[in-house]
């Protein structure tokens, strides 16, 4: 199994990449079975020496055809405790062929990223299409693919000033979010005892008319304990759970609060006795922060076409402000390790 891929970039490189593999289950002198893996691909990824490599398409991507001349590396573990083994093939023939089978797939992209006059904004546009074809590597490989694809893509890139940092956006479509996690690691006297501590907290408000209001928490902890063996083992405590409660976010997304005790699953793995047990706990929850960035604007759009299934589009944009405060989920009360406070589009 694997792959044989060429590349050819504009006013760049013509390049190809190999990588096949097999593997095979055998039985050991001693009567064990092993598994013999053997490799074959090019000596770094996407070589180009020492050539030449040449890739032709035709423009509609009805068919293809590449031929290169790289180096190869031959890889072979043995199993059953023998060494691997490598050996270089230098200056290896390579050829694909390809027939395009499907209609053109459209693929077109867009992402931007803004604060203010800075901004950072990125484009693709694709066209591919599935088919047949078939590869020759070396004096190892001459076979059919059962996986044949062509693509063409162009890719367009726009920056003024300094990049902006985007923040997490929790906000459900058409509403508000905010976002906040914390992290705490200990070091108990003995060694037994709490050793960490992770939470994340997050409250949004859905939108209109219902904009429902949730609080919702995930946590995890690790726990060093003695054994009845005499032993040091761990118990990890896993809880999650959300709660209907009122939810304050500013409409200039600069503070959200929310508070309220959720029924929480709490699924603890005991390593000592290699048991798992769940249980309901009523767990008091809480969120609070203030915004401590700019507003980023986030926009996003897809589009994809790929007959005869029926379009695809998306167009949506948020706002999203990084943020500081507290989570506090049962006992466990902490500053935010990370936040974020966002709205989003329908």
Known sequence: MGAVNFRSVAKGETTVDVFL?????????????????ETLRTEEPYASEPGPVVLDVDPRLQTAHGEAVVNLVHSVAPGCGSNEVQILLPAQGISIDFTGTSELVRARMTGSASVGNAFDRARVSSIAR?????AVVGTFVDATSDASWL?????HFARRGTQPEIPENPAPEGG???LGGASAFYEPADGLGVLSEDAIVAATIGAAPGKEMVLSASTLSVTAVR???????????DTNGSIETPVDISRQLASAQAAGTAQMTEVLYDECTDTETTRLVAVPLALDLAATGPAVRVRDTYYFSAPPQPVTRINGWSLRREAAGTVAVGTYTA???FGAISRASR
């Open 335 to 337: 500053p935010t390790d």
């Open 151 to 155: 693509k063409y893509a162009v890719e």
């Open 227 to 237: 054994c009845a063996s005499g032993d040091v083992g761990y118990q990890f405590r």
């Open 21 to 37: 593999s097999s593997e095979e289950t055998i039985t050991c002198p001693d009567g064990t079975e092993d598994v013999r893996n």
């Open 176 to 178: 508000l979010g905010a």
């Open 130 to 134: 599935d088919g047949t074809g078939s």
